[in-house]
């Protein structure tokens, strides 16, 4: 699977919030996620802890890549996303902030154009960018009978 063909990842119900996850095209093993009590029974990482990890993630991903970009050949890096849900006016569960820390093991003064990396490292970071940016989602619901219903959000 080229990066052109797109991303499909499958979800398969495995109780009553839990999912295996499958990601097509890959030899990658299926994630278990689950909510935590009491919806679910928390034997996996939540979608919400999903979503951030994908953030901290590609932060630190495309930190080492503009790193490496100026001949750079830093250390290991670790990244820390902690962020508290709210309720918008609506009243429903969002996430409405994160807060990322990267935290190097090499001394800034001892990396090659560090200004620069700093100046362009998130805009290579396309979940982070996807996210502040907004995604569009178009959904549908097929039925057992394959009749395609549309939320009224969308219609």
């Known amino acids: 699977m080229s990066e052109d063909d797109g991303i499909r990842i499958v979800l398969e119900q495995e109780g009553p919030y839990a999912f295996k996850v499958s990601f097509d095209g890959t030899a990658l093993e299926a ?6 009590a009491p919806l679910g029974e928390g034997s996996g990482p939540n979608p919400s802890a999903l979503l951030l990890a994908g953030i901290a993630n590609c932060l630190g991903a495309s930190l080492l890549f503009a790193l490496r970009k100026f001949k750079n050949a830093p250390g290991p890096i670790r990244a820390e996303i902690v962020a508290k849900k709210g309720r918008n006016a609506e009243g429903r569960w969002r996430i409405p902030h994160a ?6 093991s090499d001394k800034a003064a001892d990396l090659e154009h560090f200004d620069r990396v700093l100046a362009q490292f998130e805009q290579f970071c396309i979940v982070t960018q996807s996210v502040r940016d907004g ?5 549908r619901v097929i039925d ?6 549309v939320p009224a959000t969308q219609a």
């Open 99 to 104: 807060d990322v820390a990267i935290h190097l």
């Open 144 to 149: 057992v009978d394959g009749t395609v219903h």
């Open 31 to 36: 994630l278990h996620t689950d909510e935590p």
């Open 135 to 139: 995604v569009s989602v178009d959904v």
